[in-house]
């Protein structure tokens, strides 16, 4: 038996989605929307709340309209400044349009009411789903307080699922297009299973953003708390006389971003500077640490000059600055040349050329030659006189008034990690 179809006004909803056996108020301000209405109350007969597909299309033409949507009573209408109007429907049935036609200034549709559901639960089932979707509700509100308790007893004292599931998806805020693909749900299982779904979405969605803003949150308290730590320290330091190291510690920490030196050679740094950071300043400990980490920054971890191996240019120099010494040019001329044939043994493999002599037969200045050679920067080490290893080492940072070592302090002097 087919049913009757009828023509009624039809108002065009833009994001907006409403279901069946509710009160709902809604804005609108669309003229031929406005025309629908008031020809509505005049008439006294219901009009056809149809939902747009696209919340950006500004026509109202059949194709960008969906074919299902429900039959509503206007109860009231409040005018809005700025042509806008504030009203208050009861809906009652859903309803499937066939045909929009244009009627004066607003728009009509030919329409046919069809169930709000088709039942294909038995009672058993239905009471099983009715607890475990309340138990769900309850979840979803522990989650939402504004929800309210009014709102939760409300739905939790309604006994009929089909219309616990409109009410529920009336009152949650998920995006018009879900809605609307509940409404157009033929079956009361199928429509379960959409609400289900649709209520378990938004609580995981709503799990991920308390779990985000609990991460932000703990991490702006906690940056909040270092800074009012920091202050506290930096008080307590100014009173103790202690805020030059502190100044002199961030001091270190950027140079030792800026130094060109291996990592491991700058997290120890930062190890030591921390440590530095901590110690009183007046203490034994605190200059020897201090010591030590001038020193590393200091040092030309990876600046090194270009050797000139150029034996011609060599020779010419050993000849220029020394008479004599035929023996010493040579095996000076021959190392540098095996030095130039494998360049591999400045790894550490390289032999070393010892002068040995009475003062005054040209040792010192024949080092020097071979500086100017091999275009090397030249630092001199003495050695005379020294009884203690440790002062050619550097000494034990354990002792006070501990100092680096006559290597290291050539090193820190020439600023360069090969010179001769």
């Not at 030196?261 to 120890?268: G, N």
Request: charged residues 30%; hydrophobic residues 35%; contains cysteine.
């Amino acid at each position: 038996m087919s049913k009757q179809r009828k023509i009624v006004p039809a108002i065009c909803l833009q994001g907006i989605c409403v279901l069946p056996g509710l009160k709902v108020n809604f804005d609108i301000n669309k003229g031929k929307s406005i025309a629908a209405l008031n020809a509505a109350m005049e008439s006294g007969e219901e009009v056809f709340l149809v939902a747009k597909k696209s919340t950006t299309e500004q026509t109202s033409q059949e194709v960008s309209l969906y074919t299902v949507g429900v039959l509503a009573k206007v109860s009231e209408m409040v005018k809005l400044p700025g042509n806008t109007a504030r009203i208050l429907v009861e809906t009652s049935v859903k309803a499937k349009s066939f045909d929009y036609l244009e009627r004066g200034d607003y728009l009509q549709a030919e329409i046919e009411e069809i169930p709000d559901d088709t039942d294909d639960m038995d009672e058993l089932e239905k009471e099983a789903k009715l607890s475990m979707y309340k138990e769900l509700i309850y979840e979803y509100a522990s989650f939402r307080p504004k929800m309210g308790q009014d709102g939760l007893k409300l739905l939790y004292n309604i006994q009929d699922l089909t219309v616990l599931l409109n009410r529920s998806i009336s009152m949650i805020p998920i995006y018009y297009e879900k809605k609307q693909k509940f409404l157009q749900a033929e079956m009361l299982s199928e429509k379960y299973d959409l609400a289900y779904q649709y209520i378990q979405e938004e609580i995981a969605i709503i799990k991920i953003q308390q779990d985000f803003q609990k991460k932000i949150k703990e991490k702006v308290e906690g940056n909040q708390k270092d800074y009012i730590l920091r202050e506290q320290m930096k008080v307590i330091r100014q009173e103790l006389g202690e805020e030059d190291s502190v100044q002199e510690s961030d001091t270190f920490l950027e140079l030792t971003e800026k130094l060109d030196a291996p990592e491991e050679v700058k997290e120890k740094l930062k190890k030591e500077i921390r440590r530095y950071k901590q110690l009183s300043a007046g203490s034994a400990e605190s200059n020897v640490v201090r010591g030590y980490i001038e020193t590393m920054l200091d040092l030309p971890w990876n600046h090194k000059s270009e050797d000139n191996m150029d034996l011609a240019n060599a020779r010419k120099i050993l000849d220029s600055n020394h008479y004599g010494l035929e023996t010493v040019k040579e095996r000076i001329l021959e190392f540098l040349a095996v030095r130039a044939f494998c360049p591999d043994n400045e790894k550490g493999k390289s032999p070393v050329i010892c002068l040995a002599g009475p003062p005054g037969t040209g040792k010192t200045s024949i080092a020097k030659s071979v500086a100017e050679a091999l275009n090397k920067k030249y630092v001199r080490i003495c050695l005379g006189g020294v009884k203690d290893e440790a002062e050619i080492r550097g000494h034990r940072k354990t002792y006070v008034g501990a100092m680096p070592g006559r290597i290291l302090a050539a090193l820190r002097s020439v600023q360069v990690k090969n010179p001769l």
